[in-house]
T-cell receptor
Framework: NAGVTQTPKFQVLKTGQSMTLQCAQD?????MYWYRQDPGMGLRLIYY???????DKGEVPNGYNVSRLNKREFSLRLESAAPSQTSVYFC?????????????FGEGSRLTVL | AQTVTQSQPEMSVQEAETVTLSCTYD???????LFWYKQPPSRQMILVIR??????QNATENRFSVNFQKAAKSFSLKISDSQLGDTAMYFC??????????????FGKGTLLTVNP
């Protein structure tokens, strides 16, 4: 079972470059999320999509954009990467609706911005 | 806004012993869920245990149990008979239980647990 798949797993960018992190889930979940994980900071929510066709800002949305392409896919875009965006990014999904809070996570994408 | 605090950045325990990880939270909500997630060195995070705030009984999952003290806003995780595979970062998390699109989880900063042989 694939679950939540993120690509790429590793990426190095130069300041000012753009890139898109891709995420897909095969569990027919309604809700999808993007988190970033930094040492000593835990996980912080960047954006989420409660259901197909909707997106909302999380705790740290500045510098990012998202697209809920369809029910399966939720991408995160960095338009002009900055060193402060060096982090590990996690995509997650959940059932939504009568959501009980169990998130299913991808393996993470390690991004370095030079 | 909700906050989740894990006051122990790192802990260690000997194999087969019991360890307790602490978590406190701050909220004005009455209906909510609390979680412990585990992130092993391979990095994929998984749910360990979940507690509904309206339930007085503490949740248990095999060797994992919680001590939920609603009035004190405390939610600790006890791992019994620790195993080497329990070595991981553990995150406490909070979610509102009200209706609408409140599906967001707020995570603590994590506790790195090392189980020593």
């Amino acid at each position: 079972n694939a679950g939540v798949t993120q690509t790429p797993k590793f990426q190095v960018l130069k300041t000012g470059q753009s890139m898109t992190l891709q995420c897909a889930q095969d569990m027919n979940h309604n809700s999808m999320y993007w988190y970033r994980q930094d040492p000593g900071m835990g996980l912080r929510l960047i954006y989420y999509s409660a259901s197909e066709g909707t997106t909302d800002k999380g705790e740290v949305p500045n510098g990012y954009n998202v697209s809920r392409l369809n029910k399966r896919e939720f991408s995160l875009r960095l338009e002009s990467a900055a060193p402060s965006q060096t982090s590990v990014y996690f995509c997650a999904s959940s059932e939504g609706g009568h959501n009980t809070g169990e998130l299913f996570f991808g393996e993470g994408s390690r991004l370095t911005v030079l | 806004a909700q906050t989740v605090t894990q006051s122990q950045p790192e802990m260690s325990v000997q194999e087969a012993e019991t360890v307790t990880l602490s978590c406190t939270y701050d909220t004005s909500e009455n209906n909510y869920y609390l979680f412990w997630y585990k992130q092993p060195p391979s990095r994929q995070m998984i749910l360990v245990i979940r507690q509904e705030a309206y339930k007085q009984q503490n949740a248990t999952e095999n060797r994992f149990s919680v001590n939920f003290q609603k009035a004190a806003k405390s939610f600790s995780l006890k791992i019994s008979d620790s195993q080497l595979g329990d070595t991981a970062m553990y995150f406490c998390a909070f979610m509102k239980g009200s209706g609408g699109s409140n599906y967001k989880l707020t995570f603590g900063k994590g506790t790195l647990l090392t189980v020593n042989p």
